[in-house]
């Protein structure tokens, strides 16, 4: 036995210490050195042959010794053929250059040959050459990522965190510390209007994922560029027209890890009324309880079916490549959903911190679909005309039930003998928000290689709807540790029947003309043009609020669901009076001059801007409110320098200065209290003011290679009159409060961005990492007692940071990429969002904060012959949650959930979720 080891101890010590014999090497190309992915690399007359990695690189293992043809090969590439001897061991290392092909001529390239703009190589050099600060997420990472929508995707780019929604997904970026409202969303470089009912941010979850061709996040402004982004600017690249045919097909299916633990929650809204009785019958109309389906108030738990997504796109090239066409659609359906733990806080007489009043336990089930389609057409009249005309339409429909049970603290609660009051509330709503967009451009070279026209013409609509949403309430008990229902309530708002809806309708013409010259042996480019926007918004809201008829009803007596319970209305004409039924209007005139001075490592880039803006509303049903119909006008001068120095021949050092602004939301600006929420009322402020900043940005480059690259970058932002949210006592009624917006001075924003990608043959590396500091100083309110014991309200000045904004953010990446046909990927991603401010309380060091989380996904991808492929996808591995707090705790508080010398406010849990598909690509 002794013998048989040390014999396999030999072998094993043979194996490790013996030179397996390879060839190594590089393919670059020979005018830029950036290496090349995917070549063929291949051993003329044997069967070796292997495809470079993502840095270029080759290894031919076990290769025959001796004298042999090496050839490689590339799309678009001349081939290299190269004589080589092949030795037993330690061969050198090869370093193979590539020259692009030249067998068209100049006409025929220009006409039709185009790079793919999905891949990682296209993304990085659009980082290198642009003038601008930019970050690009190519199409094909996007495909073989985690993520589905655009939320997801954009939460990888360096700087940028995302809000999510009460399913966890994502919704919202936040760009550099700076809320979503300092940001502005462009589809193939025009502006689309938002759907949100509130407010002018675009919600990117509306988004499929697959649609885009690559996704780039603008941090900086050049005159060219509207002016509304403090904090940056989303340009989603629609997929374009290939070069010959390319189909791209996907199904998959998946579940939800929370839906396989509890049941999902559902109701009726196939009889739902897309208009409220006061719509159908008119102003007069006296609704009656039939007026109200009871489909969504009728509850079921059931297993969901599985979640559904697939996608189409085709495209080609017609007639000598001089028609392009793309069609691409997409489908998702995903059954979502979080289980939460609510604790309803309140500061009372001069506490310190919040009081916990109640505790609640949520339920979100929501089943969200998503279409979307894109199309674009682009015709090449010969190399100097071109036209394109895309459209592009995206739908989001969400039926959502929650379901909470609170416990009452305040009033007969004994923990110890398991007796408490409890309120039942359910609620349901379905939305459904659009977006179209339609754009029809045209590229003229008028006086070839010096005098270009672009202009667009553009129809923008987008659509949010939330018929018929139901809240109903039901009083419960709880006695010796059992819960159980009781009464429907007689007062107040014990039931509601609400309707919103908001409309939005944009049309803008944009022009653009540029001339080149050469001036004392400089480049320069003259670039002139403007933009006119003429925006509508319709918005209505009308609530019906129904009391029980029959106050004495017990549950499990006379009723024992909620479609039998017997209801009063109160308001029978419903309620329309409300700041959000108005119309509102919003024309932007704006026009620029720009020079672009080129010479041998320097770019330079500056002009000026001015954007004029005309902005009003009109308030359908006032009641008395005394400022029913306002507006402001108001002109903006927005200079901007961008500066590009060439380094080395990989590196380049970018510097940035920009004034840009930010305007007020139509709901913003409408006085009157509108949306009445779980906890807060709230209230539009009309002297609200744009807010203006000064940005600031340097950044160092460095492109070794295709796909490898080390971003290192600084910004400052001074900014005056920023627009942030508080919750505030009405000054006539101090009992009351409101959450309204106002301008609060001047505050400051600066931080540090890092950005590294490299790969290593097959294995790679993406992380990022950004660190963010502002201050903001907002008047607080801290209670004490005077002298006679009165109990007081004294304004207090505090410091603190933007809202949304987070000290620390990054993201990880690993990868592993196998190219060709029967290739592999696999990706590892981590996010990381360090705490920030989720709501800014009214009371002194009463800010409810969101606790830091890390979120983890995985993908992989295998590629077959037959131009299939499979796929996984899984979220969310660690079940992250989403936690609120208070920065401190009260010591007279004995309900609370403490933790590291914090309150728990609220804490969400999402569980996993995973989903299994199939590819087809030509």
Same mark, same amino acid.
């Given at each position: 036995?002794?013998?048989?080891?040390?014999?396999?101890?030999?072998?094993?010590?043979?194996?490790?210490?013996?030179?397996?014999?390879?060839?190594?090497?590089?393919?670059?190309?020979?005018?830029?050195?950036?290496?090349?992915?995917?070549?063929?690399?291949?051993?003329?007359?044997?069967?070796?042959?292997?495809?470079?990695?993502?840095?270029?690189?080759?290894?031919?293992?076990?290769?025959?010794?001796?004298?042999?043809?090496?050839?490689?090969?590339?799309?678009?590439?001349?081939?290299?053929?190269?004589?080589?001897? &092949?030795?037993?061991?330690?061969?050198?290392?090869?370093?193979? +250059?590539?020259?692009?092909?030249?067998?068209?001529?100049?006409?025929?390239?220009?006409?039709?040959?185009?790079?793919?703009?999905?891949?990682?190589?296209?993304?990085?050099?659009?980082?290198?050459?642009?003038?601008?600060?930019?970050?690009? $997420?190519?199409?094909?990472?996007?495909?073989?990522?985690?993520?589905?929508?655009?939320?997801?995707?954009?939460?990888?780019?360096?700087?940028?965190?995302?809000?999510?929604?009460?399913?966890?997904?994502?919704?919202?970026?936040?760009?550099?510390?700076?809320?979503?409202?300092?940001?502005?969303?462009?589809?193939?470089? $025009?502006?689309?209007?938002?759907?949100?009912?509130?407010?002018?941010?675009?919600?990117?979850?509306?988004?499929?994922?697959?649609?885009?061709?690559?996704?780039?996040?603008?941090?900086?402004?050049?005159?060219?560029?509207?002016?509304?982004?403090?904090?940056? $600017?989303?340009?989603?690249?629609?997929?374009?027209?290939?070069?010959?045919?390319?189909?791209?097909?996907?199904?998959?299916?998946?579940?939800?890890?929370?839906?396989?633990?509890?049941?999902?929650?559902?109701?009726?809204?196939?009889?739902?009324?897309?208009?409220?009785?006061?719509?159908?019958?008119?102003? !007069?109309?006296?609704?009656?309880?039939?007026?109200?389906?009871?489909?969504?108030?009728?509850?079921?738990?059931?297993?969901?079916?599985?979640?559904?997504?697939?996608?189409?796109?085709?495209?080609?090239?017609?007639?000598?490549?001089?028609?392009?066409?793309?069609?691409?659609?997409?489908?998702?359906? !995903?059954?979502?959903?979080?289980?939460?733990?609510?604790?309803?806080?309140?500061?009372?007489?001069?506490?310190?911190?919040?009081?916990?009043?109640?505790?609640?336990?949520?339920?979100?089930?929501?089943?969200?679909?998503?279409?979307?389609?894109?199309?674009?057409?682009?015709?090449?009249?010969?190399?100097?005309?071109?036209?394109?005309?895309?459209?592009?339409?995206?739908?989001?429909?969400?039926?959502?039930?929650?379901?909470?049970?609170?416990?009452?603290?305040?009033?007969?609660?004994?923990?110890?003998?398991?007796?408490?009051?409890?309120?039942?509330?359910?609620?349901?709503?379905?939305?459904?928000?659009?977006?179209?967009?339609?754009?029809?451009?045209?590229?003229?070279?008028?006086?070839?290689?010096?005098?270009?026209?672009?202009?667009?013409?553009?129809?923008?609509?987008?659509?949010?709807?939330?018929?018929?949403?139901?809240?109903?309430?039901?009083?419960?008990?709880?006695?010796?540790?059992?819960?159980?229902?009781?009464?429907?309530?007689?007062?107040?708002?014990?039931?509601?029947?609400?309707?919103?809806?908001?409309?939005?309708?944009?049309? #803008?013409?944009?022009?653009?003309?540029?001339?080149?010259?050469?001036?004392?042996?400089?480049?320069?480019?003259?670039?002139?043009?403007?933009?006119?926007?003429?925006?509508?918004?319709?918005?209505?809201?009308?609530? +019906?609020?129904?009391?029980?008829?029959?106050?004495?009803?017990?549950?499990?007596?006379?009723?024992?669901?909620?479609?039998?319970?017997?209801?009063?209305?109160?308001?029978?004409?419903?309620?329309?009076?409300?700041?959000?039924?108005?119309?509102?209007?919003?024309?932007?005139? *704006?026009?620029?001059?720009?020079?672009?001075?080129?010479?041998?490592?320097?770019?330079?880039?500056?002009?000026?801007?001015?954007?004029?803006?005309?902005?009003?509303?009109?308030?359908?049903?006032?009641? #008395?409110?005394?400022?029913? &119909?306002?507006?402001?006008?108001?002109?903006?001068?927005?200079?901007?320098?961008?500066?590009?120095?060439?380094?080395?021949?990989?590196?380049?050092?970018?510097?940035?200065?920009?004034?840009? /602004?930010?305007?007020?939301?139509?709901?913003?600006?409408?006085?009157?209290?509108?949306?009445?929420?779980?906890?807060?009322?709230?209230?539009?402020?009309?002297?609200?003011?744009?807010?203006?900043?000064?940005?600031?940005?340097?950044?160092?480059?460095?492109?070794?290679?295709?796909?490898?690259?080390?971003?290192?970058? #600084?910004?400052?932002?001074?900014?005056?009159?920023?627009?942030?949210?508080? &919750?505030? *006592?009405?000054?006539?009624?101090?009992?009351?409060?409101?959450?309204?917006?106002?301008?609060?001075?001047?505050?400051?924003?600066?931080?540090?961005?890092?950005?590294?990608?490299?790969?290593?043959?097959?294995?790679?590396?993406?992380?990022?990492?950004?660190?963010?500091?502002?201050?903001?100083?907002?008047?607080?309110?801290?209670?004490?007692?005077?002298?006679?014991?009165?109990?007081?309200?004294?304004?207090?000045?505090?410091?603190?940071?933007?809202?949304?904004?987070?000290?620390?953010?990054?993201?990880?990446? /690993? /990868?592993?990429?196998?190219?060709?046909?029967?290739?592999?990927?696999?990706?590892?991603?981590?996010?990381?969002?360090?705490?920030?401010?989720?709501?800014?309380?009214?009371?002194?060091?009463?800010?409810?904060?969101?606790?830091?989380?890390?979120?983890?996904?995985?993908?992989?991808?295998?590629?077959?012959?037959?131009?299939?492929?499979?796929?996984?996808?899984?979220?969310?591995?660690? !079940?992250?949650?989403?936690?609120?707090?208070?920065?401190?705790?009260?010591?007279?508080?004995? !309900?609370?959930?403490?933790?590291?010398?914090?309150?728990?406010?609220?804490?969400?849990?999402?569980?996993?979720?995973?989903?299994?598909?199939?590819?087809?690509?030509?």
């Amino acid at each position: 036995m002794k013998s048989t080891l040390q014999v396999l101890l030999c072998l094993l010590l043979s194996i490790a210490t013996a030179k397996a014999t390879s060839l190594k090497g590089y393919v670059y190309d020979q005018k830029t050195g950036e290496a090349i992915t995917g070549a063929s690399v291949r051993l003329e007359n044997t069967d070796k042959a292997v495809l470079t990695g993502l840095d270029g690189s080759f290894e031919i293992k076990h290769p025959p010794v001796g004298t042999y043809t090496l050839k490689v090969s590339y799309l678009m590439y001349k081939a290299v053929l190269k004589q080589i001897v &092949i030795l037993k061991e330690d061969n050198p290392t090869l370093k193979i +250059y590539l020259s692009e092909s030249k067998d068209k001529d100049l006409s025929e390239v220009i006409i039709s040959s185009k790079s793919d703009g999905a891949t990682e190589k296209t993304a990085r050099r659009i980082e290198q050459r642009s003038l601008q600060i930019v970050n690009v $997420v190519s199409g094909r990472a996007i495909e073989v990522s985690p993520d589905l929508t655009v939320a997801n995707v954009i939460q990888r780019v360096s700087g940028i965190s995302i809000e999510r929604s009460n399913s966890g997904d994502g919704q919202y970026a936040i760009v550099r510390g700076m809320d979503k409202r300092y940001n502005y969303t462009l589809v193939n470089g $025009v502006k689309i209007p938002s759907p949100d009912n509130k407010y002018r941010y675009v919600p990117l979850d509306i988004f499929p994922s697959e649609l885009l061709e690559r996704l780039e996040v603008y941090k900086t402004l050049t005159p060219n560029m509207e002016a509304d982004a403090i904090g940056g $600017v989303v340009n989603m690249v629609m997929k374009d027209a290939p070069e010959k045919l390319r189909i791209n097909a996907n199904l998959a299916a998946g579940y939800s890890q929370l839906f396989i633990d509890r049941d999902f929650l559902s109701f009726d809204a196939s009889g739902i009324n897309h208009k409220s009785p006061y719509e159908i019958h008119g102003k !007069n109309y006296q609704a009656t309880t039939s007026d109200f389906p009871k489909g969504m108030v009728d509850y079921a738990a059931k297993h969901p079916a599985p979640n559904v997504v697939g996608g189409l796109s085709i495209g080609n090239r017609y007639f000598n490549d001089k028609l392009g066409i793309l069609l691409a659609g997409s489908y998702q359906n !995903n059954y979502r959903g979080s289980n939460s733990t609510f604790y309803n806080t309140q500061v009372v007489s001069t506490d310190k911190v919040s009081s916990v009043m109640s505790k609640g336990e949520r339920q979100y089930s929501e089943q969200v679909k998503r279409y979307g389609a894109h199309a674009k057409l682009d015709y090449v009249f010969d190399k100097n005309n071109k036209l394109s005309l895309y459209n592009v339409y995206v739908d989001l429909n969400s039926l959502q039930l929650r379901d909470s049970k609170s416990v009452d603290f305040t009033s007969g609660y004994d923990p110890e003998k398991g007796n408490a009051k409890l309120n039942y509330a359910t609620r349901t709503r379905f939305t459904e928000q659009q977006i179209y967009n339609s754009t029809l451009q045209g590229n003229h070279q008028l006086i070839p290689e010096k005098l270009k026209l672009n202009w667009s013409a553009v129809y923008s609509s987008a659509k949010n709807d939330v018929p018929d949403q139901n809240n109903i309430n039901i009083l419960g008990v709880r006695e010796n540790f059992i819960d159980k229902r009781t009464f429907a309530p007689a007062i107040g708002d014990a039931y509601t029947r609400r309707w919103e809806r908001n409309t939005e309708e944009d049309k #803008a013409g944009y022009v653009d003309l540029s001339y080149n010259t050469t001036i004392a042996g400089t480049k320069v480019e003259f670039n002139a043009g403007g933009l006119y926007r003429d925006k509508q918004r319709s918005s209505f809201y009308n609530q +019906y609020v129904l009391t029980s008829s029959n106050p004495e009803a017990l549950y499990g007596r006379e009723f024992n669901n909620y479609t039998e319970i017997a209801w009063t209305i109160k308001n029978p004409t419903g309620s329309v009076d409300n700041a959000l039924t108005y119309d509102a209007s919003e024309k932007i005139s *704006a026009g620029y001059g720009m020079v672009t001075l080129t010479a041998k490592n320097l770019q330079v880039i500056g002009g000026l801007r001015v954007e004029h803006t005309d902005q009003g509303y009109k308030m359908l049903f006032p009641a #008395a409110e005394l400022r029913p &119909i306002g507006s402001q006008v108001y002109t903006d001068y927005l200079p901007s320098l961008n500066l590009k120095y060439k380094l080395a021949e990989t590196q380049q050092l970018h510097a940035s200065y920009f004034r840009s /602004l930010n305007r007020p939301g139509f709901y913003e600006i409408v006085p009157g209290t509108g949306l009445i929420q779980d906890d807060y009322k709230e209230k539009g402020n009309p002297d609200l003011k744009r807010v203006i900043a000064d940005n600031f940005d340097l950044r160092y480059e460095l492109f070794p290679d295709g796909n490898d690259q080390l971003l290192v970058g #600084a910004f400052y932002k001074k900014i005056k009159d920023p627009i942030e949210y508080s &919750i505030q *006592a009405d000054p006539t009624r101090p009992q009351d409060t409101y959450y309204l917006p106002g301008n609060f001075g001047d505050a400051r924003n600066y931080g540090l961005e890092l950005d590294y990608i490299k790969f290593i043959h097959k294995f790679g590396i993406k992380a990022n990492y950004t660190y963010t500091h502002s201050r903001i100083t907002t008047p607080k309110s801290s209670r004490y007692r005077d002298g006679n014991g009165d109990l007081k309200t004294a304004s207090v000045e505090q410091s603190r940071p933007l809202y949304g904004q987070s000290e620390h953010i990054g993201n990880i990446s /690993l /990868l592993y990429k196998e190219g060709g046909k029967k290739g592999f990927d696999i990706q590892l991603a981590a996010a990381f969002t360090g705490p920030r401010i989720n709501t800014v309380s009214q009371f002194l060091d009463n800010d409810l904060w969101q606790q830091g989380f890390v979120q983890m996904d995985f993908s992989a991808e295998k590629r077959f012959k037959n131009n299939v492929s499979i796929f996984i996808k899984a979220g969310n591995l660690l !079940n992250t949650p989403s936690k609120l707090f208070i920065k401190g705790t009260n010591p007279n508080e004995t !309900n609370a959930t403490l933790f590291d010398g914090k309150t728990l406010v609220r804490a969400d849990y999402y569980k996993q979720t995973y989903l299994l598909g199939l590819r087809y690509k030509i």
